[in-house]
Nanobody, 124 residues
Framework: VQLQASGGGLVQAGGFLRLSCTAS????????MVWFRQNPGKEREFVAS????????SYADSVKGRFTISINNAKNTVYLQMNSLNAEDTGFYYC??????????????????WGQGTLVTVSS
């Protein structure tokens, strides 16, 4: 599986961005598409996940109501619409795919296929 993330950039606080992640080589075993983010010196943290097969999306509490994850299965692409951005949203955003058990999908160790990361910088 190969994942290609794009859409990061510099945005002012209160602004918005949409990230995209296009996958190739997906199989039925790649049940979840997820977004994580990370800042230097910090652990990679869960942002949002969506199932390719209809399970309700999940979000980190810090982004609920502001971020929306969606998927276009025909294009093998997952999106992350990020609204009302603030400085705490700054970081590298990574997409990943895999099929962990539902309770494990919030942990980076559950995924073996990752995109290269796209940088989001929110200026205050």
């Amino acid at each position: 599986v190969q994942l290609q993330a794009s859409g990061g950039g510099l945005v002012q606080a209160g602004g918005f961005l949409r990230l995209s992640c296009t996958a190739s080589g997906l199989s039925f075993s790649n049940r979840y598409m997820v977004w994580f983010r990370q800042n230097p010196g910090k652990e990679r943290e869960f942002v949002a996940s969506i199932s390719r097969f209809g399970v309700t999306p999940s979000y980190a509490d810090s982004v609920k109501g502001r971020f929306t994850i969606s998927i276009n299965n025909a294009k093998n692409t997952v999106y992350l619409q990020m609204n009302s951005l603030n400085a705490e949203d700054t970081g590298f955003y990574y997409c990943a795919t895999g099929s962990p058990v539902s309770s494990h999908r919030y942990f980076p160790s559950a995924y073996s296929s990752w995109g290269q990361g796209t940088l989001v910088t929110v200026s205050s």
